[in-house]
C-alpha cells in the first residue's frame, strides 16, 4: 500500500520538476544554488556524486539532513532567500523519495537526481575554481 505521504512527496515533486521543465534550469543562480548545496552536501561525506551521497546514507542519516535542510531553508524564507530555500527544497525531496516505492515517484526522482548531478558537475567545473 501506498502511503498518503508518498502520495504527498510524488506532487510535490511532480511540481518541482514541472518547474524546473518550464525553465528553471535556465536560471542560473537557482542552478548555482542547487549545484553548490549538493557540492556542501557530498563534500560532507566525501563523494564524488549526488548518486554518491545518498547511497552513503543511512535512513537516519536522511532524516537528519532533512531536518537541517528544513532549517536552513526556513531561515533562508525569513531571509528573503528564495533561489536559495528552492534549491534546497529540491534537494530534500529528492533525499525524501530515497525510500519511495512507487515507479512513478522513483522515476520523478531520478529525473530530479539527474538536474542536480547536472548542477553539480557545472557548478565544479564552472563556479567553484574561481571562488577560489
Given at each position: 500500500m501506498i502511503t498518503e505521504t508518498e502520495n504527498k512527496l510524488l506532487a510535490d515533486l511532480t511540481a518541482v520538476i514541472a518547474d524546473l521543465h518550464a525553465g528553471?534550469?535556465?536560471?542560473?543562480?537557482a542552478m548555482f544554488m542547487l549545484g553548490a548545496g549538493a557540492d556542501r552536501l557530498c563534500s560532507s561525506r566525501?563523494?564524488?556524486?549526488?548518486?554518491?551521497?545518498?547511497?552513503?546514507?543511512?535512513?537516519?542519516?536522511?532524516?537528519?539532513?532533512?531536518r537541517q535542510i528544513e532549517i536552513e531553508g526556513q531561515?533562508?524564507?525569513?531571509?528573503?532567500?528564495?533561489?536559495?530555500?528552492y534549491a534546497l527544497q529540491a534537494l530534500a525531496f529528492s533525499l525524501a523519495a530515497t525510500t519511495a516505492r512507487q515507479d512513478i515517484t522513483q522515476a520523478g526522482a531520478a529525473l530530479l537526481d539527474s538536474v542536480i548531478e547536472s548542477a553539480l558537475k557545472n557548478y565544479?567545473?564552472?563556479a567553484k575554481p574561481a571562488l577560489g
Open positions: 528553471g534550469t535556465e536560471d542560473g543562480e566525501d563523494t564524488q556524486s549526488w548518486a554518491g551521497y545518498k547511497s552513503a546514507l543511512s535512513p537516519a542519516d536522511i532524516v537528519a539532513q532533512l531561515a533562508a524564507v525569513s531571509a528573503e532567500q528564495g533561489t536559495r530555500a565544479r567545473i564552472h
